[in-house]
C-alpha cells in the first residue's frame, strides 16, 4: 500500500464502476495556457493585470465568473458580490470573444488520458465530463480534444442552476445514464471535485497533477489518489466488475 502524501494510490481499486465522470481542467487536459491566454486578452481590453500562470492555478475551477472575478480584484478569495456587475459582464463578454475563439489551441491533454478512455469505453464503462466551465465551451472542446468518441454525456456548467462542489451535476448525469451512485465515480483535480462527489455518494478519485489551488487534497479524504491517469487508469481496468 502506497502513502498517500507521496501522491499515489492508498489501496488497490476495488470494484470497476458503471460510470466514471471527469473534470475537464487539469485532470483530463491542461487548459492553463488556453485560459490565461483570454483572460490576458480580457485584460487588456478592460485595462486590469493579467494574471500569472501561477495565479491562474488558483482562479479555475468555479466556473467562468469567479474566474473573472478573481482576475479583475486580482485575488483568490473573492466573492461575485464584490464584483461591480457592469465591469463583470464586460469581462464576460470579452471572455467568451476571445475565448471561444481560441478553443482549437494552446491546451494538452495529458499522457494516458486518450488510451484509457478508449478502454474504459471498451470494456462498457460509461463515461461522462461535469466541468464548471461554461457548456457552449465544454461541447467543442470534446471533439478538439479527441474525447468525443468515447463519452457517454459532456456536461459544461451554466446548464443547470448550480455547479460542483454541489451534487446536481453529477445527479444529472446519473439520472440522464440510469447508474445509480453505488456503481459511479467522480475523478477530478480539485477539493470542488471531491466534495462534489461525496456530496453525490459516489467513489471519489483525487489526480494531484492538477489546478488545485495549492491545497493538499489529503485533506478531503478521497477514496484514491493517484499522481498519474495512467496508473489510475490501469488500476480501474483490473479492478474486479
Known sequence: MADKQSGELCSPIAHRPELIMFDLDGTLAHTLPQLSKAVAAVAADLGFAAPTLQEMACYVGNGMDLLLGRALLGRQDVTLAEVPQAQLAAARASFSRHYGAGLRADFEVYPGVLTYLQRFHEL????????????KFVQPLMEYMGFKPYLDLALGGEVLPRKKPDPMPLHYVMDKLQVSPTQAMMVGDSNNDIRAGKNAGVVTVALTYGYNGGQDLRCEHPDYIFSDFGTMGAQICAAPH
Not at 124 to 135: E, F, Q, Y
Open 124 to 135: 462498457g464503462i460509461k463515461l461522462a465530463v461535469v466541468s464548471n466551465k461554461p457548456d
